[in-house]
Structure formats: structure tokens, C-alpha cells
């Protein structure tokens, strides 16, 4: 697996003046690694400078750090997906081939923390965020039963692909979000009244979607009034975050988009891979970190994560 800091410019497209406040337009992408069958789900490690990421085809789960290169931390890893920290600064993660949300302890064993909804299998979680409240909500897309490469496939026993709200201080679960067809990435807006989740069925559905859905959060739990925020051309979105401002950086098939809280898009930061994941790294939260077809990739940010 090669690893350095090769860079490109003119990677970005002004749709809208905002985006100047986001990003300098003479940003530099720089090309941190490659090697990987499908780069998804990164986190950024803040006690140590590093990035974790998922080979999710590969079934590998790897890190890179400026010094040491690129490492491989499981392998096999059960075909992990979406990975974030919950409150502990333990790794907390979306396994497709155990078809349950997984975390890392401090002695660095793994845990399953839940598997099951209503007694019945979940389909393959695939991405997940950690609330400030500790509870952690995922997706459950079933592509790691129906695709290749994705998981260790098997029957689907959920009647649906939800959104679901996991309690690991009670282990409630709760399917919260039921009205799209395959959820994949999720994210909460700064103040977490909003989840933005994108639905990717346009990948293997006629006539599915390619778009992401706001709902309004009721009570810290519980989402009402879905609705289409942004439709993602060209291709379908997948993983996606939000800004300290309440930005919006989403994947698409040639770049990471940007949407303003009111759904305008300010424009694109080209990605020479088709983008799958992304998050905000550095120690101060102003660099994106960019999971992309094979490689992961990074570009300085005017703006930080939450």
C-alpha cells in the first residue's frame, strides 16, 4: 500500500461566494494513501494525530499516520463500514459481516452491542454517529447481505432499512427513522434539532434515490417532518458531516459537495476517486479527511467540524 502526500489543484468549484468563507480556492488535495479495494467510514484519532479507515471490500480495517505510514489493524474485520468515537474515545463501529454495532474497548478487545432488533437479525449496519447524549444512531442498509464483497450475506429478517437510535447505557434500541429505502450516511446538525440522512438506492434500485433527507429532532429522540433536502448528482451520497456552522459536506460521485443549511449548494472540492466517506480531522477539526475509491485523500479547511 503506498502512502505520501502527492497534491493537486484547482479541486474547487464555486457554485455560490459562500463557500470562500469554507475553503480557500487554491486549496490543495493532498493524496494521503491508496491501496485500499474501497476506502470508507474514516475517523480522525485526536490523542495521536491518526486516521482510522475501513477497507470495507478489502475487509481490512487500516490507520495512517505521517510517520509511520499506513497499518493494518484487523484483518480480517468483518467487513467494518462507518466508524466514529463515542464519549470514551473508544472506536465504535458499523460491522456489515456481523451484522451488529461493534465497539473497541480500552484493552483493545471488540464487543458486539447490538445485533438484534425485536429478536430479529439486523440487515448490515453502515454508518453511525454518537450524540451528545452518548446514544449512538446507525443505518441499516442490507448491503452486506444482497452485495459481494460487502458481507457474509444471508437472509434479511428486518422488513425494512431503518434508522435506528441505540442506548448502550440501556440497551434500548428504537427504529426512529422507517420511511426511506436504503439509508447510508448520517450526520447532526451543530445544535442536533436536525438529522440529515442520505438514501443511496439509486445504486441497485430502478428508480430509487439519490438524495438526502432533514428531519426535525423531537424531545432529543425522536425524528418528525422528513423531507428532501438536496438530490446528489452525479452519482448517489453516502457519507456526509456537518460544520461548526451548520454546513453540510457530502459525498458524491466526483467530489465532496457543499450545502448550506438552507439546502443551496455552495459548490464542490474534486476528488479524483469516487467519494464514499469523510470527516473532519486535525487538531483543530480544519482538515477534511476524504475516503475515496481506493485511497484516502485530505484537504485544509476556513471552517472547522463539530
Known sequence: MAEGMQTTSNVIEIDDDRLRMLIDSTAQMQKLADGAVHSEG??????????????????????????????VLRDPSDYQNGNYLDLDHR???CSSGLRAIIRQEHDGQWQVLCDRYQGKRLNSPNDLVVKRDGTIWFTDPPY????????YGGEQEQPGSYVYRFDPATDAIDAVVTDMLRPNGLAFSPDERILYVSDSSAFNIPGGYHHIRAYDIVNGQYPINGRVFAAIVPGQPDGLRVDEQGNIFTSSQDSVQVYAPDSTRLG?????EPVANLTFGGFNRD?????????????NLLTKGI
Open 91 to 93: 472506536l465504535v463501529s
Open 42 to 71: 474514516p475517523v480522525y484519532i485526536h490523542s495521536n494525530d491518526s486516521i482510522v479507515w475501513s477497507d470495507a471490500h478489502g475487509n481490512r480495517l487500516l490507520r495512517w499516520h505521517a510517520c509511520d505510514g499506513v497499518t
Open 144 to 151: 452486506g447481505i444482497t452485495e459481494p464483497n460487502q458481507g
Open 287 to 299: 482538515r477534511l479527511i476524504i475516503a475515496a475509491g481506493h485511497s484516502l485523500y485530505a484537504i
Open 268 to 272: 464542490k472540492i474534486l476528488v479524483p
